[in-house]
Structures are given as structure tokens and as C-alpha cells.
């Protein structure tokens, strides 16, 4: 069963850039089945879809936070990441890395994912 | 954004009773819907997939029902472990949303 670690500073100062890194183990990042999304949770907002990417580095991004947003994969690491630019206290949260898995099929749009196992998270604080 | 609207928002109950969360998304949203729970201080936990299926090793105590706008887990008899916040997460369309929660505790 893959299991997800997010790592990353606790603590960024306002305007400055955040960076995550997501390592999976006990699976493969490369794998064409999985899409690897990031999720954040803060009191004021609940939980928020940031975005996934794709093993080939194809991605979509939530776009409230698309122009401040990158996202990248390391296959031979087994690793993705999260870079947030120009952060405020609004972008305090704990930030969860999660894998997507193929759920239904449409003729049409091809399949839709659901994230079925997640990391434990890691809490990050906007502040100077 | 799909709206997603859970309700309760949160629910008093006894180990043994049946319990009922309904979510409702502000467009239709096919089965695309996921249930997750989650306990202070832990990552959300996935039950239910594309509406109904189960989650493997997830107890059948948990059902999800529902397709369109309206959705609910159901909670057969309530144990001890199940108080917790239980949220609902649209993947339909882009972005994919989630409910405000529904905290479920002790009577």
C-alpha cells in the first residue's frame, strides 16, 4: 500500500515563497494509474483542492491559486511538489498530498479521480 | 465553483443509532462524489467513492447513496470510533470542492 510524507518548513514569512515536497513510498510516482494532488485545510476556509500533476508533468491548477502556483514531479525520487509564491496569512493551513485514483468513465471526457490515500499532513504558518 | 452544502452541520447522537448526512451540489454532478472522514489532528480518510462504492477496509456499517445533486452517507450503527467529521468532495468538475463538514458527536 503506497503511503504519502509531506516535508517542508513550518513557518514562512510573508511574501516569500513556500515550497512542499511530497515522497511516495511503497508505490511509484511514475505510474500511469495516479494523478498526485495537493489539498490544504485552514479553519477559515475548509478544505481546498489546490491542484495535481501527472507523472509526464501535465497539471491542473486550482485557479485561485494558478498564477501564484507551480507544481513538479521527481520520478527518480518518487517525489512532487508544491511552490506557492507571494504568501499572506491567508495561505496558512496544514497542506496534505494525496493520490488520485481512476474512478468512473465518460465516453467523453475520459476518467474521472478520487483521492484515495493521503498523507498526514504538514502545518505551515504565514508570518513574519 | 460547484457548490457542495452538507447538512447537518453537526449532528448529536448515541453509539447504536442510524445516522443520515446529506450533501447537495449546486450543479449535477453525475456519482463524481466522495465521502472522507476525519479525526483531530489526521489527514482525511476516503469511505466512499463515485457515490456508493466502499472504500476497501472500510466497515459496510458505511453506505453512500445518490447521484445528480443529492447525496448521503449513512451511517448504520454508530460506533464508538465513527464520532468524527465526516466531509463530501465533488470531482466532477474543476476544481473539485468539498462540503463544509459535518461534525458528528456524543449525545
Known amino acids: 500500500q503506497a503511503q504519502l510524507q509531506e516535508s517542508g518548513p513550518g513557518q514562512v514569512r510573508p511574501s516569500q515563497t513556500l515550497s512542499l515536497t511530497c515522497t511516495v513510498s511503497?508505490?511509484?510516482?511514475?505510474?500511469?494509474?495516479?494523478?498526485w494532488s495537493w489539498v490544504r485545510q485552514s479553519p477559515g476556509k475548509g478544505l481546498e483542492w489546490i491542484g495535481y500533476i501527472f507523472y509526464s508533468g501535465s497539471t491542473y491548477y486550482n485557479p485561485s491559486l494558478k498564477s501564484r502556483l507551480t507544481m513538479s514531479v521527481d520520478t527518480s525520487k518518487d517525489q512532487f511538489s508544491l511552490t506557492l509564491t507571494s504568501v499572506t496569512a491567508a495561505d496558512t493551513a496544514v497542506y496534505f498530498c494525496?493520490?488520485?485514483?481512476?474512478?468512473?468513465?465518460?465516453?467523453?471526457?475520459?476518467?474521472?479521480?478520487?483521492?484515495?490515500?493521503w498523507g498526514k499532513g504538514t502545518a505551515v504558518t504565514v508570518s513574519s | 465553483d460547484i457548490q457542495m452544502t452538507q447538512f447537518p452541520s453537526t449532528l448529536s447522537a448515541s453509539a447504536g443509532d442510524r445516522v443520515t448526512i446529506t450533501c447537495r451540489a449546486s450543479q449535477t454532478i453525475s456519482n463524481c462524489m466522495a465521502w472522507f472522514q476525519q479525526k483531530p489532528g489526521e489527514a482525511p480518510k476516503l469511505l466512499i467513492y463515485?457515490?456508493?462504492s466502499l472504500q476497501s477496509g472500510v466497515p459496510s456499517s458505511f453506505s453512500g447513496s445518490g447521484s445528480g445533486t443529492e447525496f448521503t452517507l449513512t451511517i448504520a450503527s454508530l460506533q464508538p470510533d465513527d464520532f468524527a467529521t465526516y466531509y463530501c468532495?465533488?470531482?466532477?468538475?474543476?476544481?473539485?470542492?468539498f462540503g463544509q463538514g459535518t461534525k458528528v458527536e456524543i449525545k
Open positions: 468532495q465533488q470531482y466532477y468538475y474543476y476544481p473539485w470542492t
Open positions: 494525496a493520490r488520485a485514483a481512476k474512478a468512473s468513465y465518460n465516453i467523453l471526457t475520459g476518467y474521472y479521480y478520487y483521492m484515495d490515500v
Open positions: 463515485d457515490a456508493s
Open positions: 511503497g508505490g511509484s510516482v511514475s505510474t500511469g494509474d495516479y494523478y
